[in-house]
């Protein structure tokens, strides 16, 4: 057992060496782009032929899956991407939201009140101290926050096309004239999301060919950073915020059917509706925890830890989850949209993915899984800069930089379970011989000692 736990002390001291290991060259971090795809599942990749992002990762890294944060909409899970936290800590927690304290009211088109975004710092602002940065779009990135904007961002435009957001943001990282480049860059598109919020995820021909367009815009990106010169001297990030489920009209949840309109305001409706009881709460929330199997309710201080949910003010106090595919409503027999996303964030089709590659990453590496909140310590490191406290750990994606001496730790916990098995089973069969062995001994020598008394009987 010494020489076991002398093993295992070996390979944990090792395992946390590597994971020490900084990476960061010491002439300074090359720029760094990330872009959102909004809505692009994780198995898009398998079900999809994406000749660009698959010969993207092929030179880099991909992570076939990531686990977003709840609730898995646009504006938290993209505030995560660039803060790192979750969404009860940065205050994002929904795409409509009702603030009790200030009685102020969030909506996608009305946004950009910075006391709704300033309860955390996105990167394009901590890394000012540092260097430019940009935002093309990013939610929150017109917003001032902390008495900051990113060095360059555009108001958001449906309008623009990607290629035009594109060539904005090219400019902005090879500088103009005697302008220095921005270091760090973000770009959001809207699609694969409004395609599959329209014609559902399971509309094979409308969303195989919008994603040959995503596809397309990927290659765009490769071509507009060659032609700048900066292919090769830049790192990419190429991620996601959520994925995204088929919805039918035969799977409604319905309300006003549960408890009268009177009792009750939702702030935001589905697939996760947060409820405000006008009436007694208790009263109001065991009606609709009744209400619907497919439906489950939770008073605020009662949602699952898992989640990271309850920790904010502006959680409403009662909190209802649709059970996949299923659609919230308070009236009515009309389907909002056949693909939906927002449920809880554990469901694989509300998984994105991710694609890295650049100088500072491996080349044809994969990792199976990594949270959102990952991202944000990666890009910390990527920067050579100290980020904000978040929730994210740099242990997940440290193996993806080629910089990095990185061991699996599965595979060296799996090495040192084993060897511990090995070396416990060989000790006990040591001590079940050596136990039996020395009672045969003395077994055979009270024998010849009862033969030697005999001896003078015989004499």
């Known amino acids: 057992m010494l020489l076991a736990q002398s093993l295992l002390g070996f390979l944990c001291a090792v395992t946390a060496v590597a994971a020490g290991t900084d990476g960061a060259g010491s002439t300074g971090p090359p720029p760094l782009l990330l872009v959102s795809f909004d809505g692009f599942r994780a198995d898009y990749l398998k079900r999809f032929p994406m000749p660009n992002l698959k010969n993207l990762y092929s030179q880099g890294v991909l992570v076939e899956q990531m686990t977003n944060v709840f609730v898995t909409k646009t504006f938290p899970n993209h505030y995560s991407l660039v803060t790192g936290l979750y969404a009860e800590s940065h205050g994002i927690i929904a795409s409509n939201m009702y603030d009790p304290d200030t009685k102020k009211v969030f909506t996608v088109a009305n946004n950009t009140d910075p006391s709704w975004w300033s309860e955390a710092e996105p990167l394009w602002i901590t890394a000012l101290d540092k260097y430019k940065t940009a935002a093309m779009m990013w939610p929150g990135s017109e917003v001032v926050i902390h008495n900051h904007t990113a060095t360059h961002f555009l108001p958001y435009n449906a309008n623009m096309s990607f290629s035009e957001r594109m060539g904005n943001v090219t400019k902005w990282l090879t500088g103009d004239g005697n302008e220095e480049g921005v270091k760090f860059a973000a770009l959001y598109w809207e699609q694969p999301d409004a395609a599959g919020h329209k014609y559902g995820p399971d509309n094979t021909t409308i969303l195989g060919e919008i994603l040959k367009q ?17 292919w090769g001297q830049i790192n990419v990030i190429i991620t996601s915020d959520h994925g995204m489920t088929q919805c039918s009209p ?19 409706v589905t697939p996760v509706a947060a409820i405000i009881p006008k ?36 959680v409403q106090p009662i909190l209802l989850i649709a059970d996949e595919g299923w659609t919230i409503v308070k009236s009515g027999n009309v389907l909002p949209r056949l693909g939906d996303h927002g449920y809880d964030n554990s469901l694989p089709s509300m998984h994105p993915f991710l694609v890295a590659v650049g100088p500072s990453f491996r080349k044809g590496y994969r990792i199976s899984s990594i949270e959102t909140v990952d991202v944000y310590p990666l890009m910390c490191r990527l920067l050579s800069m100290t980020g904000r406290p978040n929730n994210g750990s740099l242990a997940h994606t440290q193996c993806m930089l080629s910089g990095e001496t990185c061991w699996d730790v599965p595979l060296v916990v799996g090495l040192v379970v084993g060897v511990l098995i090995v070396l416990s089973t060989v000790t006990v069969l040591f001590r079940f011989l050596g136990w039996r062995r020395p009672r045969t001994i003395r077994d055979f020598q009270r024998l010849n000692e009862d033969d030697d008394d005999d001896d003078p009987l015989l004499e």
């Open 214 to 230: 995503v596809d397309d815009d990927i290659g765009l990106v490769v071509s507009e950073l060659k032609q700048a010169g900066l």
């Open 250 to 268: 035969d799977r409604l949840i319905r309300l006003d059917q549960c408890l009268g309109p009177d009792n009750y305001t939702v702030v935001d």
């Open 279 to 314: 009436q007694n709460k208790t009263t109001v929330f065991n009606l609709l925890k009744n209400c619907h199997q497919h439906m489950t309710a939770y008073l605020k201080e009662d949602i699952p830890e898992r989640l990271h949910y309850r920790n904010n003010h502006r």
